[in-house]
């Protein structure tokens, strides 16, 4: 397992580039874990930003049956 933590520091306008690679960075390094049979996930869950992944990794009926499980589990009070 790998989890990467990415540090991005800058100063002024170029802020928005900074943080344009740290993303690109992020987005890489998801795809290219999928791509090796593994997730983007972790064992804290998806996240904000690793939503986009979830029909790579898990196709749109996977993806459909995790949200059918979270509702039915929300009103079941679980």
């Not at 049979?37 to 459909?64: L, Q, R």
């Not at 059918?68 to 679980?78: A, Y």
């Amino acid at each position: 397992m790998i989890e990467p933590l990415i540090f991005a520091a800058s100063r002024g306008v170029e802020i928005w580039l900074t943080c344009k690679l740290a993303a690109s960075l992020a987005s890489r390094l998801a795809r290219h874990a999928i791509a090796l049979g593994g997730t983007c996930t972790g064992e804290h869950g998806i996240g904000f930003g690793k939503t986009p992944y979830m029909i790579e990794e898990f196709g749109e009926s996977g993806v459909a049956l995790v949200r059918t499980l979270n509702m039915h589990s929300i009103r079941k009070g679980f």
